[in-house]
C-alpha cells in the first residue's frame, strides 16, 4: 500500500513536472587558465517510478533541434501556473485550464486570521502571465450567456487573500451555464469535496474541462461546442469531471498505511437538477484520462484504491447560494464558483 509521502508525489508530480527538471553546473572562478571541456553533463533532479526525487545522470542529451525546427518549435504548450492553492495547466488553444489539481485539508480550509481570504475583495483579473494573444480576457465573457466558473472555487483558498484572489484569475476560469449548473449543482459537488476532509486526512481534487462527442441523427458522433466572446476565442466545454482521490490511515496503529478512496464525476455543462443523485454521474477514472488525454494516477494507485461511494456517502447537500444572496442577508453562504 502505498504511504502518504508517495501518494502526494505523486498527485503532485505534476507540479514537479510543471516547474520543470532543475540543472546545476558548477564552475570554478579560481582557474587561472580556461579549462578543457569535458563530457560531464549537470546534476537533473528527476522523479523515479517509486515516486521518490532522486539525481538522474543517464539522460539523454539532444545537442540541437531537428533542422526542421530551425527556426521555432510551434508546440502545443501548456502554460504550467503554480498557485497558492493549487496547480493548473493552461490550454491556449481553448483559453481556459487544461486541468486543475488541489490538495485540501481540514486545515487549509480554514481562515489564516487576519490574512484570510475574503471573496467581496477578490475581482475577476486577465492572467498577465498567459501570452497576449493567447489569453482569455474579461469582454469575452460579457454578455456571453456564461457564468466565468471557476474551477479552483474561491472557497478552497481561504488561506490567504493572495490565495483567493489567484481563483479569481482567467487562467483559472472555463464558461460555466449559470442558473442550475455553476451557482447550483456544480457548486454543491465542491462543497461536497471540501466536506470530505473531515471524514479523510488528505484529500486530491482533480478539475477537467472535457468535450465530449455526441451521437447525432444521422448515426455519426460529433463533438460541437460553443466559443464566445467578439472575436470568438474562449471555447464552452460540454462537460466538467471531478475526479477525487482521498486518503486516510487504516488504523491509529498504523498511520503509513493509508486506505485510498477514487472516485471520478462528468457533469454536463447544463441545468442540472437539484434532486439528482450524485452517483449518477460517476465515470470510471479511465473514461476521464482517455476523453482529457491525461494520465491523473498511476495504474497501481487505481488497484489500490476503494471506489469513493463505497467509503463515504456520494450526496450532496442543496444550499440555494445564490436565492439567499438575492434576499440580501448578510450572513449568506457565498457560492463557490
Known sequence: MP???VIHVTVFAAGALLGGSIA?????????TPRPQTNTQPAIVGIDTAGRAK????????????????????????????????VAAYDRRLRHPAWTAEHLTRRSLVSNGNDSGDRSKSTFVEDDSVPAPFRARLQDYFRSGYDRGHMVPAADAKLSQEAMNETFLLSNIAPQIGDG??????AYLEDWCRRLTTSFQDVFVFTVPLYLPRLEADGKWRVTHEVIGSP??????THFAKVVLASKPTSPATPDILELSLGA???????????????????PVEAVERA???????????????HICKTTKCDVIIRRFDDARKK??????????
Open 181 to 186: 449548473f455553476n451557482r447550483h449543482y456544480w
Open 55 to 86: 539525481i538522474v545522470n543517464d539522460l539523454a542529451v539532444v545537442p540541437s533541434l531537428p533542422t526542421a525546427l530551425k527556426h521555432g518549435n510551434p508546440g502545443p504548450i501548456v502554460d504550467s501556473l503554480v498557485r497558492k492553492a493549487y
Open 328 to 337: 440580501g442577508s448578510q450572513k449568506a453562504i457565498e457560492a463557490p464558483k
Open 3 to 5: 504511504s502518504a509521502v
Open 265 to 283: 464525476f462528468v457533469l454536463p455543462n447544463a441545468v442540472i437538477k437539484d434532486e439528482a443523485p450524485l452517483e449518477g454521474f460517476v465515470m
Open 232 to 237: 470568438p476565442n474562449v471555447s464552452v466545454p
Open 292 to 306: 482529457a488525454g491525461l494520465t491523473l494516477f498511476s495504474d497501481d494507485l487505481k488497484a489500490n484504491s476503494k
Open 24 to 32: 546545476a553546473a558548477i564552475s570554478s572562478k579560481n582557474a587561472p
